[in-house]
């Protein structure tokens, strides 16, 4: 059950939000801020009081354009303590994603929100933080770890409603990471496993896995697309667009063309 800080300067806005949270069922408490100074406040006191405190929070849904701080900056202002809350950004502006997935943002949800779109962001939250909770070496129902490879390393296992299933890694299109944890997405949804993604990157180059930033982890046979852009690259996977960092482009650009050139090459034998 989440203990959830929503911060909207809009009081419309806010109430709507304040409402779509409170009818979900995973959702313990939703509270209300119209201001970073007041959302900060808040989280203070909650930090203050532990995590088990009755005042603590979980996540923290939060606007970017705001009078005074931005949501951004807030954000920057939590990621200095040891165990800040989960943040979700919720906003009417595309253009701050690649920010906010750079702040560990768990996830980004544009206005107006959609129910269902705002309960895949509690889904994952939920089981970021009930992921936290857990302690290591924990043992889940079954007796299966956690997170354990499959056969030979083509399966990967995870849990889910307290099965361990195993994925096997040619279905999955990219990795997210999510502090000690990573997220693999897959046609079918997305999976959260216990795993560094700095791991991962190790055990998955041999399989066409590469880095395009620090936070993502791309399958490259599942690039459809990749677009230069006012001097951002970005990927597209599936549905998703991905930002790839400056250190990155130039390797993956090179990835990307290297067999064509040799398919040319073929054809003009």
Same mark, same amino acid.
């Given at each position: 059950?989440?203990?959830?800080?929503? *911060?909207?300067?809009?009081?419309?806005?806010?109430?709507?939000?304040?409402?779509?949270?409170?009818?979900?069922?995973? =959702?313990?408490?939703?509270?209300? %801020?119209?201001?970073?100074?007041?959302?900060?406040?808040?989280?203070?006191?909650?930090?203050?009081?532990?995590?088990?405190?009755?005042?603590?929070?979980? *996540?923290? /849904?939060?606007?970017?354009?705001?009078?005074?701080?931005?949501?951004?900056?807030?954000?920057?202002?939590?990621?200095? /303590?040891?165990?800040?809350?989960?943040?979700? /950004?919720?906003?009417?502006?595309?253009?701050?994603?690649?920010?906010? /997935?750079?702040?560990?943002?768990?996830?980004?949800?544009?206005?107006?929100?959609?129910?269902?779109?705002?309960?895949? %962001?509690?889904?994952? =939250?939920?089981?970021?933080?009930?992921?936290?909770?857990?302690?290591?070496?924990?043992?889940?129902?079954?007796?299966?770890?956690?997170?354990?490879?499959?056969?030979?390393?083509?399966?990967?296992?995870?849990?889910?409603?307290?099965?361990?299933?195993?994925?096997?890694?040619?279905?999955?299109?990219?990795?997210?990471?999510?502090?000690?944890?990573?997220?693999?997405?897959?046609?079918?949804?997305?999976?959260?496993?216990?795993?560094?993604?700095?791991?991962?990157?190790?055990?998955?180059?041999?399989?066409?896995?590469?880095?395009?930033?620090?936070?993502?982890?791309?399958?490259? %046979?599942?690039?459809?697309?990749?677009?230069?852009?006012?001097?951002?690259?970005?990927?597209?996977?599936?549905?998703?667009?991905?930002? =790839?960092?400056?250190?990155?482009?130039?390797?993956?650009?090179?990835?990307?063309?290297?067999?064509?050139?040799?398919?040319?090459?073929?054809?003009? %034998?």
């Amino acid at each position: 059950m989440l203990r959830v800080l929503a *911060v909207d300067d809009e009081r419309p806005a806010l109430e709507e939000l304040l409402y779509l949270l409170r009818a979900d069922p995973r =959702v313990r408490t939703a509270e209300g %801020a119209t201001d970073a100074t007041e959302a900060l406040r808040r989280i203070g006191r909650a930090l203050e009081a532990g995590p088990d405190g009755d005042e603590s929070v979980d *996540v923290v /849904f939060l606007d970017i354009h705001m009078a005074g701080l931005t949501g951004l900056d807030v954000a920057r202002l939590l990621a200095g /303590f040891a165990r800040p809350p989960q943040i979700v /950004f919720v906003t009417a502006h595309e253009g701050f994603a690649v920010q906010a /997935f750079d702040l560990k943002a768990v996830d980004y949800v544009l206005k107006p929100v959609r129910r269902e779109r705002l309960a895949e %962001a509690v889904r994952r =939250v939920g089981e970021l933080v009930a992921a936290q909770r857990e302690p290591a070496g924990a043992v889940r129902r079954g007796g299966a770890p956690a997170v354990v490879p499959g056969p030979g390393g083509d399966q990967i296992a995870v849990e889910l409603g307290g099965v361990t299933r195993f994925v096997p890694v040619d279905d999955i299109s990219y990795v997210e990471a999510q502090g000690d944890y990573a997220r693999l997405h897959t046609a079918d949804g997305s999976h959260l496993v216990r795993i560094p993604l700095s791991t991962l990157e190790e055990r998955w180059a041999s399989r066409g896995f590469v880095r395009i930033h620090r936070s993502h982890l791309v399958a490259l %046979a599942r690039i459809d697309e990749l677009r230069l852009d006012a001097g951002a690259t970005t990927v597209r996977v599936g549905s998703a667009e991905l930002a =790839v960092s400056r250190r990155h482009a130039r390797q993956l650009r090179d990835l990307l063309m290297l067999p064509r050139a040799r398919t040319s090459q073929g054809r003009g %034998a």
